[in-house]
């Protein structure tokens, strides 16, 4: 009599809360390199971290836009801060390298996720894992942060370094990084520049 042969499911691994990046329309994003900290090769704070220039470029414009930006009218919140995109708020977040919101539309801080859309989102690169969805990340996570209220979404791109300027109802260009970009109210910031005249000092 032949022994029937058993079929065994191959059991999924359950993912923790924490290294999930964000929540992109119903989907999970996980942070790069999650499975490492999963199979025990890496601490959950190596996939979590930014990469020198990653920070430094947050830094030159964070900088930059204290000195610059009228700070009645605005506030800067950079460090991935946390952000609702939908009036439901159920579980839908993105995070955000750089935030530029109205003092008017924020008043007082809540001690949650963002829940009013920044003027302006500004991104370094990211953290997520992009092995499912690929490329098509930042122009879902870009039209999702227009279609919530955003004005303006920039991204830079380290390694090819160019940099993505997207509004609505506006064509989105993608240029390089010696370019002049106007942040917002005419503030023009050149990234390539400002790297060069940092490095000087």
């Known amino acids: 009599m032949a022994t029937a042969s058993i079929k065994k499911k191959k059991s999924k691994v359950k993912i923790p809360d924490y290294l999930v990046y964000e929540i992109l329309d119903d989907k999970k994003i996980y942070y790069r390199n999650y499975e490492k ?25 964070t900088k930059f836009l204290h000195l610059n930006l009228d700070y009645k009218k605005y506030k800067v919140f950079p460090n991935e801060v946390g952000y ?41 690169d990211t953290k997520a894992d992009l092995s499912e969805i690929g490329d098509e990340y930042f122009f879902l996570k870009t039209k999702k ?19 993505m300027v997207a509004q ?8 390089d990084w010696n370019y002049d970009i106007e942040i917002i109210d005419g503030i023009i910031f050149n990234l390539e520049k400002k790297l060069e005249e940092d490095l000087k000092t």
Request: net charge positive; hydrophobic share 40%; charged share 30%.
């Open 84 to 124: 609702y995109y939908t009036k439901t708020r159920k579980g839908k977040w993105l995070n955000l390298d750089i935030a530029i919101v109205s003092r008017e539309k924020l008043k007082k801080p809540q001690g949650t996720y963002l829940k009013v859309p920044p003027e302006v989102v500004i991104e370094v």
């Open 145 to 163: 942060l227009l279609e919530s209220g955003v004005k303006k979404v920039i991204w830079i791109y380290t390694q090819a370094k160019k940099i």
């Open 37 to 61: 900290v999963l199979s025990g090769q890496l601490p959950k704070e190596a996939v979590m971290g930014s990469s020198d220039l990653q920070a430094w470029i947050v830094d030159l414009i």
């Open 168 to 175: 609505e109802d506006k064509e989105w260009k993608i240029v």
